[in-house]
């Protein structure tokens, strides 16, 4: 039986799909490797958060009464949330900035590479394909020399089409959803505050993902995927 989660995910091809295979294995065996200090593991995506304000002032609850929201609101703007988490050591920063280019991410990779991670023989990324991730944005924030030390830093690794289920910061960015963002947020500043404390609470809390789907996994429940070949 597929796993609630994995019911659900809509996007899954629905008939042989090589390319989707071919890149979905190499993603388990990358989620399944032992546990190594000199090539740590680290799923990033993003996301973004659209700033509310209030247009009345809410009623906080009473003996007998909930709190009371009033429907209208104020936007305020959107922005975005690079997450990078580090499943097998229960670590994950949260970046808010104000837009999600190109450079944007070249700049969030490299405080990962030289302040999280600075001694490490090489970062092991999983991430989707977007084509802001990978190392031509490295080219477009930072000089040549610069760009390619970056470049050298990481070993990439990317999620089918499709196939962003695969990647293990979806997880995680459903709980920040669910235990931060889930209500109106009215400036960045205050954005920024909240997401910080989040992820101090979680990384003093030690969370970890379990990650136990496996390409075995794949090759029963995924049949239909897997191109028919004959022996």
Known sequence: ???PWLKECW??????NAEFVATMEDVLEVCLRPPDPARPLVCMDEASKQLVK??????????????RYDAEYERAGVRNLFLAVAPLEG??????????????????????ADTRFPTVERIVVLQDNLNTHGPASFYEAYP???????????????????GSWLNMAEIELSVLSRQCLDRR????????????????RRNGAGATIDWQFTTADARIKLKHLYPSVDP
């Open 1 to 3: 039986m597929l796993k």
């Open 144 to 162: 040549p020399a610069e760009a390619r030390r970056l470049t050298e830093r990481f070993e990439f690794h990317y999620t089918p089409k499709h």
């Open 11 to 16: 996007c899954i091809p629905p008939e042989a």
């Open 185 to 200: 947020i009215p400036d960045a500043a205050t954005l920024e505050t909240e997401v910080a404390a989040w992820v101090d």
């Open 91 to 112: 670590w994950r920063t949260v970046q808010v900035t104000e837009h999600r280019t190109r450079t944007d991410w070249a700049a969030f990779m490299r405080t990962l």
């Open 54 to 67: 209030e247009t009345r002032r809410p009623q906080p609850a009473q003996p007998g009464q909930p709190a």
